[in-house]
């Protein structure tokens, strides 16, 4: 099958890239990494050039077998970057290797990589760079096919100041004078380009776990759902404030960036290092082929984080996660609007679209709903759970198409239970499902044993709107709650009519909510608060965009600030005064919401 990505400017269905080698130096001073890269080339058909995806680089030379080639790099696309394209001294057929080396340096708009001074480092003395390739800026670092469709191993020489990280295995390092060590890499499992990752600083370590850090209880349960963990390490690397996500979507193979706001000291965001674990299967093994199918990536790895919960702390954990997705889902089919094409589950993004611009839990948690789903019209976990391990098999180290996944389901469960299951899987109506815009066609009927609390609390606060006797409420009213319990009352409020000042005055004097530093909770709490212009929260929403750069937070928090009352010039000021703290990504997406572009 000819590979096509509408997000890619590569002559994707002539040359595939097998290898990629970086020959990098990386100059904090100057704030970009120069070097080169050697690309091991299979040409799939004749031809007599090869076309490559950049962005904001410089380029310097191309050559094959040390002869310089001529080069032409295209006009900038508004959102896919520029084609570099590079003249074959001949023609090449199909069968044929090339080894293509690229000289190039970064620029100061590589919208993979943040360099961070030290005063923006939690230590102050030393500073920092890290990357974030997903979903197509892998190109804005090196000269790459950068589709997930294209999947290669990787092998890496780094010269540094300081100590540096990757998506793969350090083999070794040595100093070469002037203060400055190479750091080698080597990764053997195929792999896309999103997932090629740096991280480089005063950086600590510490081992716990055989292969990872105080995370073996979530391999080890997937592993048994699914197929051994075939990545060697896994470590966590706790990234500054300013990362986007809240750990690198999808996780790195053998490293996972996450953000410092899932360190609460309760445990309660723990959830986001199953997700990334989940991915070791989803999307790092088994990858979407183009971005139009993400959700193979995210609505499985969704399915598979709470399946591990569910196996480590009982189903009504899962179904309480689910409700919290449910309401993620729904803000963001509000947000791009029921009729949006973003809101699909298997998007068109044949105009050039950027996929950042369609970035949403979407993919996420529709995606979750249609396993779900399935999962209950076939009958259960019981039927479900081995196709999951089948999957994997199946696709392993392959990067597949939604119709594939299909086809696939229906051979698996005809193969496996015969004409009566089939017959159930031809109840449900995938057409809506996977190209309907809007919320599923389906209510998932979560059980809500452990919401039920919350949604009594948030009930009896919304109906004391039309009383002054708020006699009736106590701090004991959530003393019991576990931290996932008051995201999940607040979340309840946030869908009634904005409640009025008094009591959002009256529930902090009780709750002590805005004192509160886990940063889930802290969001929602101001989320409510904001929804009613309730003005004595501006300043503490401030404080939050402007201490951490973790989109799930900051984008909600600006887009509701810019909207209530007196609150537009300081969403604006705020942002422009702080914009450089920002992921690049983030920056660019923030500033789109608050309409400065």
Known sequence: MALQDPSSLANLSEIQTTHIHLSWTISFDERKISGHVLLDLLVLANVDKVVLDTSYLDIKSASLDGQDLKFHVADRHPALGSALTVELPQAVKEGDTLKLRIDYSTTD??????????????????????????????????????????????????????????????????????????????????????????????????????????????????????TPYEWGRYDLLVLPPSFPYGGMEASNPCLTFVTPTIVTGDRSAVDVIAHEISHSWMGNLVTTRNWEHFWLNEGWTVFVERKILAYLHGELERQFSAIIGWK???????????????????????????????????????????????????????????????????????????????????????????????????????????????????????????????????????????TDDLSGFAPSDIDKFTSTQKIVYLERLTDCEPLPHRLLAKMDELYKMTEIRNSDIRFRWQQLCVMASYKPIYPHVVEFVTEQGRMKFVRPLYRLLYKADDGADLARKTFLDHRKFYHPIAAQLVKKDLGLE
């Not at 030393?126 to 290669?152: N, T």
């Not at 400055?180 to 716990?208: D, V």
């Not at 089948?390 to 594939?404: D, L, M, N």
Request: hydrophobic share 35%.
């Open 109 to 226: 708009k590589c919208t993979a990589v943040q360099f961070l001074d030290p005063e923006q480092t939690l230590g102050k003395k030393h500073p920092y760079l890290f990357s974030q390739c997903q979903a197509i800026h892998a190109r804005s670092f090196a000269p790459c096919q950068d589709s997930p469709g294209v999947k290669v191993t990787y092998s890496a020489d780094v010269t540094s100041p300081l100590r540096v990280l990757m998506s793969a295995l350090h083999t070794s390092e040595e100093d070469v004078g002037n203060g400055l060590k190479t750091y080698h890499f080597i990764q053997k499992t195929t792999m896309p380009s999103y997932l090629i990752a740096i991280a480089a600083g005063n950086l600590e370590g510490r081992e716990i776990g055989p292969r990872s850090t105080d995370t073996e209880s979530f391999i080890a349960t997937g592993e048994k759902l699914l």
């Open 328 to 466: 993620a889902l729904k803000e963001s089919v509000n947000l791009f609007g029921p009729d949006s094409p973003a809101t699909a589950l298997k998007p068109d993004l044949s105009s050039g679209i950027d996929p950042d611009d369609y970035f949403s839990s979407i993919p996420y948690e529709k995606g979750f709903n249609l396993l779900y789903h399935i999962e209950k019209t076939v009958g259960g976990p019981a039927v479900f759970e081995p196709f999951m391990k089948a999957h994997v098999e199946k696709f392993a180290s392959q990067s597949i198409t939604t119709e594939q996944w299909k086809a696939y389901l229906y051979e698996w469960m005809e193969q496996h239970h015969g004409k009566e299951v089939v017959d159930k899987l031809n109840t449900i109506d995938f057409d809506t499902w996977i190209t309907g815009k809007g919320m599923p066609p389906v209510d998932p009927n979560f059980d809500t044993t452990l919401a039920d609390q919350c949604y009594a609390l948030a009930k009896r606060w919304d109906e004391a709107r039309s």
